[in-house]
């Protein structure tokens, strides 16, 4: 299996978005009442904080790679990672 990197963006908005789900289940399930939009700015404001944590870990990424750190190579160079 071809190992991949970490991604917190993804897993911010994961995150995010699983917390709106269960605010709806709760609500479906009659432990609380939650209003129809309230999830909408839960849902925009996560997502912006998962692009803002892509971008972050994007910049340090290319820094880490200009400076010429050792360590694995980049997935560019994986043959057959299908990424160019």
Not at 10 to 31: E, I, P, Q, R, S
Not at 53 to 79: F, H, K, M, N
Request: proline share 6%.
């Amino acid at each position: 299996m071809l190992r991949h990197e970490f991604e917190p963006g993804k897993l911010v908005a994961g995150f995010v978005l699983t917390v709106v789900g269960v605010m709806y289940a709760g609500d479906a399930g009659g432990a609380w009442d939650t209003p129809w939009f309230a999830g909408i700015p839960v849902v925009v404001v996560g997502l912006f904080l998962a692009g803002a944590v892509s971008a972050l870990t994007r910049a340090i990424r290319s820094r880490r790679g200009r400076r010429g750190r050792g360590g694995t190579p980049d997935t560019a160079e994986i043959p057959g990672s299908g990424i160019v």
